[in-house]
């Protein structure tokens, strides 16, 4: 063979191997593209669907609509609501962690509840949680448990979202419906879809194996539930037996102590968990009593 003709046969070989490499190219470059393409598929039904394009939910707490609202607002400067809830928040600390008399199992389930609607039990529990998200010790999961008029999860806009109902039908982990938000001690989780068996939902062994979990996994963490008031739904009476503590919330110069009696003596059917009882929209009361009181009524 001479030179000439092999020179030529190794351009052959040359060439044939780059028309190989540019066709496997070609083949890598579509995949990626079809890989894409299907990903942003995924993203925008995710999307249109109102879950969370990243992994991990995310929820702004708005801390303009907090101020505007008379909400407790976290930040460096002395407030007096900053103060009524250092007053209503200490008591309930202390069960939590045992440094009481009487030992309170769960003290760190705590839910919030009037004896009717229109108390301001939703913004007390706001309030509440992100005082309590203050603390250097602590963790606060606030959960949305008004399945039938869901305040917490509206205020942080979040309504739309999966959430506790969800989980409790057999729809995610729990994990995965929790929101984290810009306050690094405070996550959330929505009530979730509405469901005509949301009482027997919350009556069930998966509301109270979740709410062992929610108790017994992390030891820094206070749960704060906001819960439908007691005279107004089944619901209610449901979760407080779930509970370590409850919170009542009640409307100065408007809840009569008629439904503030029966509210309590349906919980009391519970009769190991601590009640407090926190005064709401006060206008005249002593500089050093603030808005709120707290005392246990077992």
Known sequence: MSLIEKAAMKLDEKQSSEDKKDKTDSEIRKAEKERVNGDQSGLTARAESGDSLDSERYCQVDFKKLRAKGMLVPENSRSRIQEEFRVIKRPLLMNAEGRTAGQ??????????????????????????????AERDKTVLLVDADVIKPGVSKFFG?????????????????????????????TLLPA???????????????????????????????????????????????LAGMMGQIAMIVEAEKTSQKDVKEAVDAMKIHTDIPIGLVLNKATRIRASKYYSYYYSVN
Request: proline share 5%; hydrophobic share 40%; with cysteine.
């Open 192 to 238: 979730g879809s509405p469901h005509h068996l949301s009482t027997e939902l919350l009556a069930s062994s998966k509301m109270r194996d979740l709410m062992r979990e929610l108790s017994e996994r992390y030891h820094d963490r206070i749960v704060i539930f906001d819960s439908p008031p007691m005279l107004a739904t089944t619901e209610a009476n449901v």
């Open 104 to 133: 309170v199992d769960n003290g760190n389930l705590i839910m919030v509840t009037s004896a009717l609607p229109g108390e301001g039990k939703t913004f007390n529990a706001i309030c509440l949680a992100l005082s309590i998200a």
């Open 158 to 186: 979040v309504e739309s979202n999966r959430g506790l109902v969800d989980y409790l039908c057999g729809e995610g982990d729990i994990n995965e419906l929790i929101f984290k938000t810009n306050l690094p001690n405070l």
